[in-house]
């Protein structure tokens, strides 16, 4: 069946520098992914939709120069915090719109999440 | 602008009760519902899903419920056990199949044994 991986699951990084994190869609393609974050003890809130070939769509409030979405590929986009802050410190998940491949189509297919500690 | 409301937002009942967690949505024009858990420090797992066209959808002891004209859903576990401690989110699926979910705040749901 269709599945979506993120990378990393946990990642510690310095105040100020830059982090990477992953998601791949598995055994189809996806156009479109999107990305959420979850604060402690909230729910998850939509931040940006990541459009394969052309630039990203961000929700109101989301910052797009400090959360750089790439999706480069059908099967892979990429969240990039630049200058981290404690705040940042979050869990970021994506999901990806299963249009063409293995498992169910027109089904959203939610990655592990990464969780982000700023220190 | 689409908003979901869970209701309650915690939950406390001893093990073999049958509980109902409720989710509320402010605009009918939805693609699906969607109800999913989340464990502590962990991702999604996904439950439930109910197309716009559906009433109820059914999986062994959940049962989740879909009135879209009300902007309503809700989730029914039967005999409850420990192991179904854990917040249920309720997510919409925009109508216009754009693929975004709104999620409700989510109902923390502790079972006793």
């Known amino acids: 069946g269709a599945v979506v991986s993120q990378h990393p699951s946990w990642v510690i990084c310095k105040s100020g520098t830059s982090v990477k994190i992953e998601c791949r869609s598995l055994?189809?393609?996806?156009?479109?992914m999107f990305w959420y974050r979850q604060f402690p003890k909230q729910s998850l809130m939509l931040m940006a939709t990541?459009?394969?070939?052309?630039?990203?769509?961000?929700e109101q409030g989301v910052e797009k120069d400090k959360f750089l979405i790439n999706h480069a590929s059908l099967t892979l986009s990429t969240l990039t915090v630049t200058s981290a802050h404690p705040e940042d410190s979050s869990f970021y998940i994506c999901?990806?719109?299963?249009?063409?491949?293995?498992?169910?189509?027109?089904?959203?297919?939610f990655g592990e999440g990464s969780w982000l500690t700023v220190v | 602008k689409q908003e979901v409301t869970q209701i309650p937002a915690a939950l406390s009942v001893p093990e073999g009760e049958n509980l109902v967690l409720n989710c509320s949505f402010t605009?009918?024009?939805?693609?699906?519902l969607q109800w999913f858990r989340q464990d502590p420090g962990k991702g999604l797992t996904s439950l439930l899903l109910?197309?716009?066209?559906?009433r109820e959808q059914t999986s062994g002891r959940l049962n989740a419920s879909l009135d879209k004209s009300s902007g309503r859903s809700t989730l029914y576990i039967a005999a409850s056990q420990p192991g179904d401690s854990a917040t249920y989110l309720c997510?919409?699926?925009?109508?216009?199949?754009?693929?975004?979910?709104?999620f409700g705040q989510g109902t923390t749901l502790q079972v006793k044994p």
């Open positions: 605009d009918s024009a939805i693609y699906n």
């Open positions: 055994d189809f393609q996806a156009t479109t």
């Open positions: 109910i197309q716009s066209s559906q």
């Open positions: 997510a919409v699926r925009l109508s216009g199949n754009t693929g975004k979910l709104i």
């Open positions: 990541s459009n394969e070939g052309s630039k990203a769509t961000y």
């Open positions: 999901s990806a719109d299963n249009r063409l491949g293995q498992g169910a189509l027109n089904t959203i297919y």
